[in-house]
């Protein structure tokens, strides 16, 4: 069956890292050896769509008037988080706090879009958006240095800023973006594993600036890998109400978009990201 050769593939793909690491990470990965631990995936009928929902707005043009805008239409529809630049954060904890809507989550995007600035860069971005308020971190992963298969440059990466994180008492949760239309299946693969080796809570799809869009099949393939004990944020390219739900039942557990308004609210998006 399908299920069972990628499995198989996940577990080749894990055992090629942990000879390269000289580690073994196989009890990170209980499900992939123990067909007892189904991974769990939520039905259309338990979905409540705005919960999942990060209400983002990345482009480099967004205007404070924009951001007001957008912490407005989060309240309003109980949208899970925001998702800005870092250098945004502080203007929207304090947007958020004027309209008495800080229950919503703040996610804040590291190294983006490229994800190939230095580590120590990310590790500081990182810290930087979590005292001015982030709840959250979207990092961008150094997508040079896994095509050229250097695993422990790319577990570093992700490892610096997971250590600056555990500086924080309430532990933000961390995001890594794999910028999955750039990647091979196999890619796609080594960038979850080393994601879940290196601590981070959740696997993302997309920057949505780099070109592609999230996938059921490849945010299929990315539960597949993580398990129940991690999630997965689709992200790039979702429009639509029965874009959202057939993500979710592929196997996401949050989802980044522009469009949330038009989801929710199941209209068409004229929106970008």
Known sequence: ?????????????????????????????PHLFDPVQEIQIQTSSMISLPKY?????????????????????????????????????????????????SNIGLASVIGFPLGASSSASKAFESKQAIEDGATEIDMVINIGQLLDQDYEAVLNDIQAVVRSLSAFSHQPAL?????????????????????VIAGAQFVKTCTGFGGGKATVEDVHLMKMVVGSQNRVKASGGIKTKKDAEDLI?????RLGTSSGVAIVSDRESTSGY
């Open 249 to 253: 039942q592929a196997g996401a557990d």
């Open 175 to 195: 995001k890594v973006i794999l910028e999955t239309a750039m990647l091979s299946k196999e890619q796609i693969i080594d960038g979850c594993i080393l994601s």
């Open 1 to 29: 069956s399908f299920k069972k050769m990628t499995t198989e593939q996940i577990k080749s793909r894990l055992q090629t890292i942990n000879e390269a690491l000289k580690q073994n990470y196989d009890n990170l990965f």
């Open 53 to 101: 929902i990060d209400h983002t707005l990345l482009k480099p043009n967004a205007t404070s008037k924009e951001l007001e805008k957008l912490c407005q239409e989060a309240k309003e529809w109980n949208f899970c988080a925001v998702c800005v630049n870092s250098s945004r954060v502080s203007f929207v904890v304090q947007t958020l706090q004027k309209i008495e809507a």
